[in-house]
């Protein structure tokens, strides 16, 4: 039986438990791109993982255990609320170029998650210029793109639940998302990487998946 | 009988080496090395380390500042804080907790032949994702696509 085989078995009409969605800060949704990000690590025999998001204990569990990948938690997150508290936003892609200090072309896979949306242009670009530097080739990159810029604060933590759902928990944040990038805009921000996939979902989250070519 | 527990309490700063033979709670300020190699390692809530740890296992309820490697378990408890790199073949970090930096469970990928005795299904990793994953027997999550 194959890795995505036994992630099947975790689904919730198996076996795992998901809370379903009851309050406003919490909910459960089904991911398109997740399982091909997946398949890329699940290709490697000790693949890397690079996330940028807050530490979420199941999801270190779920690739350390499951699939056997030595995880970097970067939680840039926490980073940008210091430097807006700070009042210096702006200093922010500064500290960005120097914040990685992962070898070049060492990472298999980055979960950017939605931390795009909440910099602004020049942090998104030198972000950008440095996960690109860190992906192998042949690695993959997920993003999440809002399509609506909203008016409350808040970070999300997305949980894995297993290779197709996702539960989200929000967080307060120093300040909201800074803009709702057109696609073309999003792709601009990569110029070495090529979409794999792309998908809209019914909560308009945009799922985007890069790849960087071999 | 017993096991006896050393404490290092919250006024307590100790700088260089630090080893033993015995469990171990500190409360105290620790900076440099702490080896615990066959026992339990607990930084107690006021307790401050800037140090490499090594020990079986290793429980976080204050702040670590330093790579922790433990041949059993390392546990980041809700109100614990760990700066750097964990090397560990079970790993559980409470809601809450803040960690940034590595995390190596030194298993090997899907593709290659698991290590002899660790499981997937392991109950502490059982135990996080019940924490944050409940089921209502009558509901099934709502399904959304493109």
Redesign the interface.
Known sequence: MGLLDRLASRRPDVGVLVRPADSADQSVFTTKALRQFLSTLTARETPVLLDLGQVIGTNVNFFGQELGCKIFVEDLFRDLDRFVRQDKAEEFSEFLKARFPQEDASIDGILCWDLIDYLDRPAAEALAAQLTRVLRPGGALLGFFGTAQPRDAHYTRHLIVDDITLQYRTYPAERGRQAALLNRDIIRLFPRLRVSDSFLLKNNLREILFRKPT | MEKDIVNIGKSVVIKGELNGSEDLTIEGHVEGTIELREHVLTIGPNGRIKAQVFAKSVIVLGEVNGNVTASEKVD?REKGSVDGDIISPR?????G?????????Q??????SQVPG?S?S?P??KA?????????AA????????
């Open positions: 980041i790993v559980a970090i409470a809601e907790a803040h960690f940034r930096g590595s995390v190596d469970m298993r090997k990928g899907p593709n290659q660790q997937p392991h502490d990793a996080q994702g019940n924490k944050t994953a409940t089921q209502s509901t099934t999550p709502q399904r959304v696509g493109a």
